[in-house]
């Protein structure tokens, strides 16, 4: 049927049987699902909303099943899936209905710490926060700390390069890996990047960090660790206007402060946290901002009070300095526990990603403002300010007909405006499945067919999460009969159908 | 010079099979492999096309000489935080294309680290745009960091968004006479502490470390490490980034970069040590340099050597048969008909 358009997604039709038989001689029985009641749990990530069931769940204990069950898959043509703890927010481990996904869960071993050269050695089923939590008897942590650390792994984050409050200051994931082992989709084994600076060639390295999981399958990284600064304290600030609040954002890094983390919440944010967590935030507030400094007790007392002279200027209308360790993490307890929050107060809600500059800012929250009307449905953000990265949670109930489908087309205009203001429609978390269609509003069709051609390059036969993050141009042509811009065609040279 | 005009020469060679060689200030016709091909001049296509400061980003066309892009920085207070060395006509597209960084590497990161986006035109013309101007942005393969390092040999880069960051309040540069082992010890146990050390540079018994940052950390930092103060720490550290130190002179210099806790690798001219240990030049006629780099986890560039030299012994360390084809398979993708600096980076392609 899509046979006769460009770059139509291959068609797969896999024989489960036959399949299941081979997977069967190379993992034990234990590391293997086929059983629908046990396939249930894999359907979909942290994005709920998109569900697929696969044929089969692998669990390989070491790199050699991994390359096995590699091998097996490409010599039947049957698309794999890699996953790791599940947490991602866009589909990216969703399965495929014709494939197996490959849990890289049990690949779970610390297998190296060394505190002199700053470096750990991991399997990527290691969960984030255990890398800190090994590390910090040496006074060592590993910076990059996405709000799902106590659950998500080392191999998900090297898949979406996952980022985290603090990245601002001490970077993503891809300034913060050193070297992965990789297994190709035919099985090969390909060591990138290492411990010394600079590796011969391509950074590869950057190539795979972030491709969600189409390049091929990380089994070992290799992480930077980097010292535990000696105090931290958090400045929070309140403003009754979230432009004057953006402004602020803008004004701390014009006087010469990179902060260790710079967030904000609005109103809706802040009032579906506070009866949650008593963070003791000034709910009459538009907007607060939290601002982190840390160092040396010198420094941050230093960095502190420029933080604060920033803010006054710029009209804060209440400041406070978290005045012990208790109150810092009390303070930061509201915005990590944002989501959850306001999945307390609404029967679902959907998280969106988007990066704009940030001086639009208060453009965009006024457009969101503008959406919650259009679409009868309340958002409210969250957003790493210091990086432009907006969190937007769109509130719905599933049970509802028709919400979720407001809800979509609500994170969709949100995405494109991302994309209009000068951002992208996705800062941490992927494309995955759920933002494949704004893909086509992000990139033109060379770019889109540049990434296959490097896909291509990794991925011959097209078996690694195939459908994911680079739609095809026929999706676009689709996608672009449905949603055309400012009259302006994005894909003219397709044929429309 | 239009964009429209890279995009013709680009399109003709492609179409003749023409090589090309891409230039611009020439600084760094020294590094790499074989020059081959018609000289592709870019260094008209100059000029800063957008800087916000509070945005912390600059994008540049690609023929803009740093020194340029280094003054509006510095107007505002900023830095490319990677300390690029200029060699006299440095340009944006040929610093992200060859992908060194200086000094102040080991505290801020590498050139790639600051590459926000590329607008390329591939080997058959086609201008691609990719990444952007946000700090985060995971939307498609990151091709604008890939770029970083691949010295021209997947595109033309006709402009870049770098990351650019607040110059420190405070530096200060402390001297030690210490011997090459206990460098590296010390080097990477200060490396494990909280401290602001942000260049690092051995040379013949004495140590030069940098501390930039807030005031307060580097008057403490200064104090817990002791030293004797350099009066001259910015000429110091200007000839250590230019390379115009002694320590760097010679035909015959090789780039080690190494796990930076590895003891002395057993060879004969050490010159100088950077990077916190992970970075060690070399000088001499050495056979035994890329087994002792590859032994120690690492790998040898012959990074200053006649191009005859360069070209026979390869300027960077081997790839592996597969990890070879997979490079050609990625140049196959964005350079089709091969045409683009040729040889530059590997003889193969």
Redesign the interface.
């Known amino acids: 049927m899509t046979g006769i358009m460009p770059n139509a997604e291959p068609l797969f039709d896999t024989d489960k049987p036959a399949l299941v038989a081979r997977l069967r001689v190379i993992l034990p029985a234990h590391c293997l699902l086929v059983d629908e009641e046990d396939l249930r749990p894999y359907e979909c990530d942290g994005l709920t909303a998109f569900r697929e069931l696969p044929l089969a769940v692998c669990l390989p204990e070491s790199e050699g099943q991994v390359v096995d069950v590699l091998r097996t898959c490409h010599r039947l043509g049957v698309p794999v899936v890699a996953r790791g703890a599940g947490t991602g927010l866009s589909g990216g481990a969703m399965p495929h209905g014709q494939g197996v996904v490959l849990s890289l869960a049990r690949l779970n071993r610390i297998l190296r710490v060394d505190p002199l050269a700053r470096v750990a050695v991991v399997q990527p089923g290691v969960r984030n926060l255990a890398v800190s939590e090994a590390s910090a008897p040496h006074g060592l942590y590993y910076a990059p700390d996405p709000s799902s650390q106590i659950a998500c792994t080392i191999g998900g984050n090297v898949a979406e390069n996952s980022g985290g409050v603090h990245c601002l200051k001490y970077g993503l994931t891809v300034h913060n890996v050193l070297r992965v082992r990789v297994v190709s989709s035919e099985g090969e084994i390909f060591e990138i990047g290492s411990e010394a600076p600079d590796s011969p060639g391509y950074d590869l390295l950057a190539l795979v960090i972030g491709s969600e999981g189409m390049l091929g399958v990380v089994t070992e990284v290799t992480v930077k660790l980097v010292p535990k600064p000696e105090l931290a304290q958090v400045v929070m600030a309140s403003f009754d206007d979230v432009a004057k609040a953006g402004d602020a954002v803008a004004a701390i890094i014009a006087a010469g402060i990179i902060p260790a983390g710079l967030e904000m919440m609005d109103k809706p944010a802040t009032a579906a946290v506070e009866p949650y967590v008593k963070a003791g935030y000034d709910l009459d507030a538009a907007a607060i901002l939290l601002c982190e400094a840390d160092g040396t007790p010198e420094e941050v007392a230093e960095e502190i009070a420029s933080v604060t002279a920033v803010l006054t200027a710029a009209g804060a209308r209440d400041i406070r300095v978290s005045q012990s360790e208790a109150e810092r993490l009390r303070f930061w307890a509201g915005r990590k526990a944002a989501f959850p929050a306001v999945g307390r107060i609404t029967p679902d809600y959907y998280c969106m990603d988007g990066t704009i500059p940030r001086k639009r800012l208060a453009e965009m929250l006024a457009a969101i403002a503008g959406m919650e009307k259009k679409y009868s449905l309340r958002c409210a953000n969250v957003f790493h300010a210091g990086d432009g990265n907006l969190h937007p949670l769109i509130m719905y109930d599933a049970a509802r007909p028709g919400e979720w489908e407001r809800a979509e087309a609500f994170g969709a205009e949100i995405l494109e405006l991302s994309v209009a203001l000068g951002g992208s429609i996705t800062g941490e978390h992927g494309v995955g499945i759920e933002k494949i269609n704004q893909m086509c509003v992000q990139y033109k069709a060379p770019e889109l067919e540049a990434f296959r051609r490097i896909k291509r390059a990794f991925d011959e036969a097209g078996l690694l999460n195939p459908g994911k993050a680079v739609p095809s141009l026929h999706r676009c042509a689709e996608y672009g009969r449905m949603h055309v811009h400012h009259g302006d065609l994005k894909f003219p040279e397709l044929e429309r159908f | 010079m239009q964009l429209d005009d890279l995009v013709e020469r680009v399109r003709a060679a492609h179409d003749s099979r023409t090589a090309l060689r891409i230039r611009a200030g020439g600084s760094k016709d020294f590094y790499g492999g074989m020059l081959a091909g018609d000289v592709l001049d870019v260094s008209a296509y100059r000029g800063i096309v957008a800087y916000?400061?509070?945005?912390?980003y600059l994008t540049a066309k690609c023929g803009t000489p740093l020194a340029e892009i280094e003054s509006a920085l510095a107007e505002k207070?900023?830095m490319l935080a990677f300390e690029p060395p200029h060699f006299c006509a440095a340009t944006a597209g040929g610093c992200v294309a060859a992908?060194l960084s200086g000094p102040r590497?080991q505290q801020a990161?590498?050139v790639?680290?600051f590459v926000l986006g590329v607008k390329l035109v591939?080997g058959t013309g086609?201008?691609?745009?990719?990444g952007?101007?946000?700090?985060?942005?995971?939307?498609?393969?990151?091709?604008s960091?890939?770029i970083?390092?691949?010295l021209g040999t997947?595109g033309v880069i006709a402009e870049v968004t770098l990351k650019v960051?607040?110059?420190p309040?405070a530096e200060k540069t402390l001297v030690f006479e210490m011997d090459e082992a206990r460098t590296i010890a010390s080097l990477?146990?200060w490396?494990?502490?909280?401290?602001?050390v942000s260049a690092s540079f051995w040379h013949d018994g004495q140590l030069w470390l940098r501390l930039a940052?807030?005031?307060?950390?580097v008057?403490?930092?200064c104090d817990k490490l002791g030293g004797t103060v350099a009066v001259d720490g910015e000429k110091h550290w200007n000839s250590v980034r230019e390379q115009t130190h002694p320590a760097f002179a010679g035909n015959r210099l090789w780039r080690l970069?190494?796990?930076?806790?590895v003891p002395p690798p057993g060879l004969d001219g050490l010159r100088a040590i950077e990077?916190g240990g992970?970075?060690r030049w070399y000088a001499g006629d050495l056979d035994a340099v890329r087994g002792a780099a590859a032994r120690a986890?690492?790998?040898a560039?012959l990074y200053r050597a006649p191009e005859s030299l360069r070209c026979r012994e390869g300027a960077?360390?081997?790839?592996t048969p597969?990890?070879l084809a997979?490079?050609r398979?990625?140049k196959?993708?964005?350079d089709p008909a091969g045409i683009l600096n040729p040889g530059r980076?590997?003889a193969e392609f």
Not at chain 2, 52 to 56: A, H, N
Not at chain 2, 132 to 143: F, I, L, S, T
Not at chain 2, 191 to 196: A, N, T
Not at chain 2, 257 to 261: G, I, Q, T, V
């Open positions: 916000e400061p509070t945005e912390l207070g900023q992908g590497r990161g590498a790639r680290d591939d086609q201008v691609l745009d990719f952007g101007q946000v700090m985060k942005n995971v939307a498609g393969y990151d091709v960091r890939l970083a390092g691949s997947l960051l607040p110059q309040v990477n146990r490396g494990g502490q909280p401290l602001p940052g807030a005031r307060a950390a008057v403490a930092a970069a190494l796990p930076s806790s990077w992970a970075l986890g690492g790998h560039v960077f360390a081997a790839l597969a990890m997979l490079h398979r990625l196959q993708a964005l980076l590997y």
